[in-house]
C-alpha cells in the first residue's frame, strides 16, 4: 500500500504539470500506421504537430488531449506514415529540365528514340537546337550506343544532343558536330572521349564525360527564367512523390540565388540541401562567404562541395584499378586534378565545409579515399571548423573489399543509389567480370562494416522514384522480380535499413539529424504518408505503392486528390 502511494505520488507529480503544458495542436494525425525510425519507439498510431514541430507520438487515445477548438483532425484511414523521405543524391534542376526539353526515359529501342526525335525535328525551326535527354540502351536489341549517322537519317540539318541516362554520356548528330568543329583529328579533352569508329577513324557520335562539352558549349545557354521553371517544376513533383529534402549533388553557386528567390516568392516548399561544384569558382565563393544553414525556416542549407572524380560504369568512363573486362584497352578514367583538390579539401576543413565526391569505379574510390586521409591528417580536429567533417562518396559504387572499412574508419560516408543496382547489374557483369563484382553495390556490407548508408535516386539519371529506391534497397531484383548471377542478393537491406536510408541517415549525412528524419517529438514535422504498408507487404506491391499526402513543416504540400 505505501509503495503504491508513492508511486501513485509521483505519478501525480509527473502529470499535472506536463498536463499544464500542454497546448493545443494545429494538425493531429490519427488513425496511421506509423513507423518513426526512432529505434526507442519504432511505432505508433498518432502525431500531434504544432507550428512547424513533432510535439507528440503515441497512440490515438493519447493524442486526444492535444485536440483543441482551433486543431485540424486528419483521419490518415490506416495509411503508413514514415518520416519525410530524403532524397541524399539528386539534380533538382535537370529533373525540372527533363520535364521540359525531349524526355527519353523508357525509349525501348534505337527505332523508338529516331521515331521522338524525329517528331521533335519536325516541329523545330530550321537550325534549332533539339536537346533531350534519358535513353540507355541497356534493353534495346542490340545494346549498342546509336551513333551520329542514325540520327542524321531523322535530324540531317537541326543539331542534336541526347544525353544518356546517366549523364556521362551523350550522343550528337552530324550537324552538331560540324558546328563543334569535331572531326578525326580533334584531340580528346581531359576527362572525357570523342568516341571513333573502329574501322574509319571518324568520330561515331558518342561523346564521353567532358567531350560533351565540345558540343553543349554551342547549344543556346538556357535562360534564368527558364532555370527557375526547372526547379519549380522539379519541386512539384519531388514533393508529389513524397520527398521532403533533395540533396541536391552540384551545380553553380548561382542556383542559390534561384532557391532564396522561389523560397521567398513561396513558388517551392521543398527542403534543399545544396552541394556546389568543385575545385573552381563555385567551391571558392562557398569557400569564402562560409555555409548557410537552415535558411527559410530549416529549407536551405548550402554546406557542401561536390567534387567528380571519375565517369559512370555504362559508358567506361568509371575509372579501375584493372582494365575493363569486355574493353581490355581502357580502365576509364580520373576527371579531376589532384593539384586542384588538394588545396581546396584543406580550406574545406578549415571553413567547415562538407566534401562530397563522385566516385563510381574502384580505382577512383580508393584514389578519393586517399585523398580524404591525406587531407584530414594535414589539419588535425583543432584547426578544423567542424572537428568530424561527415565527409561523402557519392555512389561507391564498384569499391575494391579491403576499402570498404576504411570508409568507417576515415569517418566517410557511402551516399548510395539502390536504382544504379537494378539496371546497371544487367551490364556490370559483361564491364566488370564477375569477381569484381564482389564489393560492387556492397550497401549491407558497408552498414555491417559501421557506416550509415544514406539512400538517393540521382534522378534524372534514374526515375527518382522513392518506391522504386526503396524496391531495389529491399529486393535487388530488377522490377520484374529479375535477378541474375553476380547480383549478390546478400547486398539486399532490410526494410528497417530501407528506411533509415531515405530519412534518418540522410539526416545524419547533412548534420541534421537532431532536426529531422525520425518522428519523434521536437523534431521538424516532415511526413511521408502512403497508400500502403512498405514495411509489410509483399516486395513486388512496394511499387505500386503510391504517396497519398506530404507534409513539410508541419505544412500538407501534396494531397492525393
Ligand atoms: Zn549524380
Given at each position: 500500500?505505501?509503495?503504491?502511494?508513492?508511486?501513485?505520488?509521483?505519478?501525480?507529480?509527473?502529470?499535472?504539470?506536463?498536463?499544464?503544458?500542454?497546448?493545443?495542436?494545429?494538425?493531429?494525425?490519427?488513425?496511421?500506421?506509423?513507423?518513426?525510425?526512432?529505434?526507442?519507439?519504432?511505432?505508433?498510431?498518432?502525431?500531434?504537430?504544432?507550428?512547424?514541430?513533432?510535439?507528440?507520438?503515441?497512440?490515438?487515445?493519447?493524442?486526444?488531449?492535444?485536440?483543441?477548438?482551433?486543431?485540424?483532425?486528419?483521419?490518415?484511414?490506416?495509411?503508413?506514415?514514415?518520416?519525410?523521405?530524403?532524397?541524399?543524391?539528386?539534380?533538382?534542376?535537370?529533373?525540372?529540365?527533363?520535364?521540359?526539353?525531349?524526355?527519353?526515359?523508357?525509349?525501348?529501342?534505337?527505332?523508338?528514340?529516331?521515331?521522338?526525335?524525329?517528331?521533335?525535328?519536325?516541329?523545330?525551326?530550321?537550325?534549332?537546337?533539339?536537346?533531350?535527354?534519358?535513353?540507355?540502351?541497356?534493353?534495346?536489341?542490340?545494346?549498342?550506343?546509336?551513333?551520329?549517322?542514325?540520327?542524321?537519317?531523322?535530324?540531317?540539318?537541326?543539331?542534336?544532343?541526347?544525353?544518356?541516362?546517366?549523364?556521362?554520356?551523350?550522343?550528337?548528330?552530324?550537324?552538331?558536330?560540324?558546328?563543334?568543329?569535331?572531326?578525326?583529328?580533334?584531340?580528346?579533352?581531359?576527362?572525357?572521349?570523342?568516341?571513333?569508329?573502329?574501322?574509319?577513324?571518324?568520330?561515331?557520335?558518342?561523346?564521353?564525360?567532358?567531350?560533351?562539352?565540345?558540343?553543349?558549349?554551342?547549344?543556346?545557354?538556357?535562360?534564368?527564367?527558364?532555370?527557375?521553371?526547372?526547379?519549380?517544376?522539379?519541386?512539384?513533383?519531388?514533393?508529389?512523390?513524397?520527398?521532403?529534402?533533395?540533396?541536391?549533388?552540384?551545380?553553380?553557386?548561382?542556383?542559390?540565388?534561384?532557391?532564396?528567390?522561389?523560397?521567398?516568392?513561396?513558388d517551392i516548399k521543398l527542403r534543399i540541401y545544396k552541394a556546389v561544384y568543385g575545385p573552381g569558382v563555385n567551391a571558392n565563393r562557398l569557400i569564402k562567404d562560409g555555409p548557410i544553414i537552415g535558411e527559410f525556416q530549416n529549407r536551405l542549407t548550402v554546406r557542401a562541395i561536390k567534387v567528380v572524380s571519375d565517369g559512370a560504369l555504362g559508358s567506361r568512363g568509371a575509372a579501375l584499378l584493372d582494365p575493363y573486362s569486355d574493353a581490355h584497352d581502357t580502365s576509364g578514367f580520373l576527371t579531376v586534378k589532384t593539384e586542384q583538390l588538394r588545396p581546396m579539401l584543406i580550406d574545406a576543413l578549415r571553413r567547415g565545409i562538407q566534401v562530397e565526391t563522385h566516385a563510381i569505379g574502384d580505382k577512383a574510390n580508393r584514389y578519393i579515399l586517399d585523398e580524404y586521409a591525406t587531407a584530414l591528417r594535414s589539419v588535425p580536429r583543432g584547426s578544423r571548423k567542424v572537428a568530424d567533417p561527415r565527409w561523402r562518396v557519392e555512389h561507391a559504387q564498384i569499391v575494391n573489399p579491403i576499402d570498404i572499412p576504411r570508409f568507417a574508419k576515415l569517418g566517410v560516408i557511402p551516399s548510395m543509389q539502390p536504382s544504379h543496382a537494378i539496371g546497371d547489374l544487367f551490364f556490370a557483369p559483361s564491364r566488370l567480370g564477375l569477381e569484381r563484382l564482389q564489393g560492387a553495390y556492397a550497401w549491407e556490407s558497408f552498414i555491417k562494416s559501421g557506416v550509415v548508408v544514406p539512400g538517393g535516386s540521382d534522378a534524372p539519371v534514374e526515375r527518382g522514384e522513392p518506391m522504386i529506391e526503396f524496391y531495389a534497397a529491399v529486393a535487388r531484383k530488377d522490377p520484374k522480380g529479375f535477378s541474375g548471377p553476380g547480383w549478390h542478393s546478400e547486398e539486399a537491406v532490410t526494410r528497417a535499413q530501407a528506411l533509415k536510408m531515405f530519412t534518418i541517415w540522410p539526416a545524419y549525412a547533412a548534420f541534421e539529424e537532431k532536426l529531422r528524419g525520425s518522428v519523434e517529438p521536437g523534431k521538424l514535422a516532415d511526413l511521408t504518408i502512403l497508400s500502403a504498408d512498405i514495411m509489410t507487404i509483399p516486395e513486388a506491391e512496394i511499387l505500386k505503392t503510391r504517396c497519398v499526402m506530404t507534409v513539410i513543416n508541419g505544412e500538407i504540400v501534396f494531397e492525393k486528390s
Amino acid at each position: 500500500m505505501k509503495l503504491f502511494l508513492v508511486v501513485l505520488s509521483l505519478l501525480l507529480l509527473n502529470l499535472v504539470p506536463t498536463q499544464n503544458r500542454i497546448q493545443p495542436a494545429d494538425v493531429v494525425f490519427k488513425n496511421g500506421t506509423v513507423y518513426t525510425a526512432n529505434d526507442r519507439a519504432p511505432k505508433a498510431q498518432a502525431i500531434a504537430v504544432k507550428a512547424d514541430r513533432i510535439i507528440f507520438v503515441g497512440t490515438n487515445a493519447a493524442v486526444q488531449k492535444y485536440v483543441g477548438s482551433q486543431t485540424r483532425v486528419v483521419d490518415l484511414h490506416g495509411n503508413t506514415v514514415l518520416p519525410g523521405f530524403t532524397d541524399a543524391h539528386q539534380h533538382l534542376s535537370g529533373v525540372g529540365f527533363r520535364e521540359m526539353t525531349l524526355n527519353l526515359e523508357g525509349t525501348t529501342s534505337l527505332d523508338d528514340l529516331l521515331a521522338k526525335v524525329k517528331a521533335r525535328v519536325d516541329q523545330a525551326k530550321p537550325g534549332e537546337w533539339v536537346t533531350g535527354r534519358g535513353w540507355i540502351e541497356t534493353h534495346w536489341q542490340p545494346p549498342v550506343f546509336p551513333t551520329r549517322w542514325d540520327l542524321d537519317k531523322v535530324s540531317p540539318n537541326n543539331p542534336v544532343i541526347l544525353g544518356r541516362a546517366d549523364g556521362h554520356g551523350a550522343v550528337a548528330n552530324s550537324a552538331a558536330f560540324k558546328l563543334a568543329g569535331i572531326d578525326k583529328n580533334t584531340p580528346n579533352p581531359f576527362g572525357g572521349e570523342i568516341s571513333k569508329d573502329k574501322q574509319s577513324g571518324e568520330p561515331n557520335g558518342m561523346l564521353l564525360d567532358a567531350a560533351q562539352g565540345l558540343v553543349r558549349r554551342r547549344v543556346p545557354p538556357t535562360s534564368r527564367a527558364d532555370e527557375e521553371r526547372a526547379v519549380v517544376l522539379g519541386s512539384k513533383r519531388n514533393v508529389e512523390l513524397g520527398w521532403t529534402q533533395v540533396q541536391d549533388a552540384g551545380g553553380d553557386y548561382d542556383d542559390v540565388e534561384i532557391f532564396k528567390k522561389l523560397y521567398s516568392s513561396g513558388d517551392i516548399k521543398l527542403r534543399i540541401y545544396k552541394a556546389v561544384y568543385g575545385p573552381g569558382v563555385n567551391a571558392n565563393r562557398l569557400i569564402k562567404d562560409g555555409p548557410i544553414i537552415g535558411e527559410f525556416q530549416n529549407r536551405l542549407t548550402v554546406r557542401a562541395i561536390k567534387v567528380v572524380s571519375d565517369g559512370a560504369l555504362g559508358s567506361r568512363g568509371a575509372a579501375l584499378l584493372d582494365p575493363y573486362s569486355d574493353a581490355h584497352d581502357t580502365s576509364g578514367f580520373l576527371t579531376v586534378k589532384t593539384e586542384q583538390l588538394r588545396p581546396m579539401l584543406i580550406d574545406a576543413l578549415r571553413r567547415g565545409i562538407q566534401v562530397e565526391t563522385h566516385a563510381i569505379g574502384d580505382k577512383a574510390n580508393r584514389y578519393i579515399l586517399d585523398e580524404y586521409a591525406t587531407a584530414l591528417r594535414s589539419v588535425p580536429r583543432g584547426s578544423r571548423k567542424v572537428a568530424d567533417p561527415r565527409w561523402r562518396v557519392e555512389h561507391a559504387q564498384i569499391v575494391n573489399p579491403i576499402d570498404i572499412p576504411r570508409f568507417a574508419k576515415l569517418g566517410v560516408i557511402p551516399s548510395m543509389q539502390p536504382s544504379h543496382a537494378i539496371g546497371d547489374l544487367f551490364f556490370a557483369p559483361s564491364r566488370l567480370g564477375l569477381e569484381r563484382l564482389q564489393g560492387a553495390y556492397a550497401w549491407e556490407s558497408f552498414i555491417k562494416s559501421g557506416v550509415v548508408v544514406p539512400g538517393g535516386s540521382d534522378a534524372p539519371v534514374e526515375r527518382g522514384e522513392p518506391m522504386i529506391e526503396f524496391y531495389a534497397a529491399v529486393a535487388r531484383k530488377d522490377p520484374k522480380g529479375f535477378s541474375g548471377p553476380g547480383w549478390h542478393s546478400e547486398e539486399a537491406v532490410t526494410r528497417a535499413q530501407a528506411l533509415k536510408m531515405f530519412t534518418i541517415w540522410p539526416a545524419y549525412a547533412a548534420f541534421e539529424e537532431k532536426l529531422r528524419g525520425s518522428v519523434e517529438p521536437g523534431k521538424l514535422a516532415d511526413l511521408t504518408i502512403l497508400s500502403a504498408d512498405i514495411m509489410t507487404i509483399p516486395e513486388a506491391e512496394i511499387l505500386k505503392t503510391r504517396c497519398v499526402m506530404t507534409v513539410i513543416n508541419g505544412e500538407i504540400v501534396f494531397e492525393k486528390s
